[in-house]
T-cell receptor, first 114, second 113 residues
Framework: GAGVSQSPRYKVAKRGQDVALRCDPI?????LFWYQQALGQGPEFLTY????????KSGLPSDRFFAERPEGSVSTLKIQRTQQEDSAVYLC????????????FGPGTRLTVT | GNSVTQMEGPVTLSEEAFLTINCTYT??????LFWYVQYPGEGLQLLLK?????DKGSNKGFEATYRKETTSFHLEKGSVQVSDSAVYFC????????????FGKGTKLSVIP
């Protein structure tokens, strides 16, 4: 079956622009996670959804970062007024269970802020 | 807080050599432990997992045993192939709540013929 998909795969933004990154999880997966992966580092947790409810947003680095999953499937991560330090790969993962203990990752969106 | 420490790379091995990548984790809660692999140009793939102490995860010739007494989850393979060249990430989940993953920094493995 189809895996987790993300779009766009690459995004270049000028500093100060707003961006929106999309994640399509595996159909029927209850849990959805966003992670940020800086160059040469492991992914770091940003936020977690169980269906449409955002239950944990403790990893969001600032109030410029906002995520939503209004219908419990597709999710969007929005970054307002992008800064150079936002340059990273943004990974989405989904899991079939609530509080998913086996997460399946998408290919990521590489964001470059110039 | 939760953290994972894994051996720094890069690691370069000849084909058919034995591989060990060390990983230790903070002993908070009752986490599951994972190894993920990222092949060049691809996304993270789950390689293997273990959910409780003394469990052994295995897949594609790779193995790792959940050692609570040493808080370790070392990755091993008896005979590596060129196709194993990738970046390997050790991870633990939070053990409760959202089960968010905490990753190590990754170890790049290159296998030469």
């Amino acid at each position: 079956g189809a895996g987790v998909s993300q779009s766009p795969r690459y995004k270049v933004a000028k500093r100060g622009q707003d961006v929106a990154l999309r994640c399509d999880p595996i159909s029927g997966h209850v849990s959805l996670f966003w992670y940020q992966q800086a160059l040469g580092q492991g992914p770091e947790f940003l936020t977690y959804f169980q269906n449409e409810a955002q239950l944990d947003k403790s990893g969001l680095p600032s109030d410029r970062f906002f995520a939503e999953r209004p219908e419990g499937s597709v999710s969007t991560l929005k970054i307002q007024r992008t800064q150079q330090e936002d340059s990273a790969v943004y990974l989405c993962a989904s899991s079939v269970l609530a509080g998913g203990r086996e997460q399946y990752f998408g290919p990521g969106t590489r964001l470059t802020v110039t | 807080g939760n953290s994972v420490t894994q051996m720094e790379g890069p690691v370069t091995l000849s084909e058919e050599a034995f591989l060990t990548i060390n990983c230790t984790y903070t002993a908070t809660g009752y986490p599951s432990l994972f190894w993920y692999v990222q092949y060049p140009g691809e996304g993270l793939q789950l390689l293997l997992k273990a959910t409780k102490a003394d469990d052994k995860g295995s897949n594609k010739g790779f193995e790792a045993t959940y050692r609570k007494e040493t808080t370790s989850f070392h990755l091993e393979k008896g005979s590596v192939q060129v196709s194993d060249s990738a970046v390997y990430f050790c991870a633990r989940d939070s053990g409760a709540g959202s089960y968010q993953l905490t990753f190590g920094k990754g170890t790049k493995l290159s296998v030469i013929p």
